[in-house]
Nanobody
């Protein structure tokens, strides 16, 4: 059974940086499309970034130019580098995985069937 484990969250000042990691157990990581979502208190889960099995990436408008998603298939890990963080980025960040169909880019939570437990990111002075 594939499991995801996020790490790297924490408290950071506005303008600071964090790098989130998500390690995937199992031997089929390279075939998955991987994504990051986030959920702030009282809000729904929203898309942040996605990377396909071939390395194609896409971002939410709020993340473009500040965040970068990458993957290391040898380490079964996907990363989210977050720079120039803002208080509005405060949320629980979740890693998600789904088998890559190679046809549709999945950017909605319902398209993913494997989730991590989340890691808290707080941006505050």
């Amino acid at each position: 059974q594939v499991q995801l484990q996020e790490s790297g969250g924490g408290l950071v000042q506005p303008g600071g940086s964090l790098r989130l990691s998500c390690n995937c157990s199992g031997r089929t990581f390279s075939t998955y499309v991987m994504a990051w979502f986030r959920q702030a208190p009282g809000k729904g889960r929203e898309f942040v970034a996605v990377i396909t099995s071939s390395g194609y990436t896409d971002y939410a408008e709020s993340a473009k130019g500040r965040f970068a998603i990458s993957r290391d298939n040898a380490q079964n890990t996907v990363y989210l580098q977050m720079d120039r963080l803002k208080p509005d980025d405060t949320a629980v960040y979740y890693c998600a995985a789904a088998v890559d169909s190679g046809i549709v880019l999945i950017i909605t939570p319902g398209g993913y069937d494997i989730w991590g437990q989340g890691t808290q990111v707080t941006v505050s002075s």
